[in-house]
Structures are given as structure tokens and as C-alpha cells.
């Protein structure tokens, strides 16, 4: 059943196939506080739910922000 709702494209998809920003704290780059701080700006939480291709999409700003900065 769809019953999960990604925040960013807002389709429906099966809650296993629903993400949070937390995988990134399994990634080396950027440091997960930093990843945190990041998506605060953006006002997504650790709870927020997102299909994978918007957490691709997410997780390349993300790099691509993290590597301007340093
Ligand atoms: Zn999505």
C-alpha cells in the first residue's frame, strides 16, 4: 500500500521505499552535524520522509555545497 507521501515531489510511495536525510550520517562528507545544519536551512528535519530520487537530488546539493565550502 502507498500510504508514505514524500515531502518534496509529493507522491505516494510504500513506506519501504521512503527515506530520511539520517542515511547520510552512514556517509563520510560531509559530518552529519553539518548535513543537519544544512537541511535546518532548507527546514527538513531528520523525520521528514523522501522517495529516493528526491534524496538523490538532496544528496548532490548537499556535495556540491559541502565542496564550495571547503
Ligand atoms: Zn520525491
Redesign the pocket.
Known amino acids: 500500500m502507498k500510504n508514505a507521501q ?1 515531502k ?2 509529493l ?1 505516494k510511495f510504500e513506506e519501504k521505499k521512503i527515506f530520511t536525510i539520517q542515511q547520510f550520517q552512514y556517509t563520510k562528507e560531509p559530518p552529519y552535524k553539518w548535513t543537519l545544519e544544512f537541511f535546518k536551512l532548507l527546514e527538513i528535519g531528520e523525520w521528514d520522509s ?2 529516493e ?2 534524496l538523490m537530488d538532496y544528496s548532490k546539493i548537499l556535495n556540491n555545497v559541502w565542496k564550495n565550502d571547503t
Open positions: 514524500c518534496k515531489c507522491n523522501f522517495c530520487n528526491c
